[in-house]
Nanobody
């Protein structure tokens, strides 16, 4: 059973920064993308950012220019650098891994982490 383990969440003031990390418990050879989703209270889970093994990226419009997704040195690790944080970024952030097609549609098996809380408040 593969597990995705997130870390790096916490409480930060508006305008501040946080860096989230996600690592798979073991190598996953059947995936071509890792990334982040988030879910705020009372809202649906939404895409934040994705990064493929060929360095294609997909960002939500709400985070473009503020968040940066990158790959770690170890296989199946991914980071999310979050700058200029806003109160509306408050959510549980989930790491996700799997296989996507050229249109960013998820196919085959998907893996989810347990989530890490990010709270932006003064």
């Amino acid at each position: 059973q593969v597990q995705l383990v997130e870390s790096g969440g916490g409480l930060v003031q508006p305008g501040g920064s946080l860096r989230l990390s996600c690592a798979a418990s073991r190598n996953i050879f059947s995936i071509n993308v890792m990334g982040w989703y988030r879910q705020a209270p009372g809202k649906q889970r939404e895409l934040v950012a994705l990064l493929t093994t060929t360095d294609r990226t997909n960002y939500s419009d709400s985070v473009k220019g503020r968040f940066t997704i990158s790959r770690g040195g170890a296989r199946n690790t991914v980071y999310l650098q979050m700058d200029s944080l806003k109160p509306e970024d408050t959510a549980v952030y989930y790491c996700k891994a799997g296989l996507v097609d050229g249109g960013w549609n998820w196919i085959n098996q998907e893996y989810w982490g347990q989530g890490t809380q990010v709270t932006v408040s003064s």
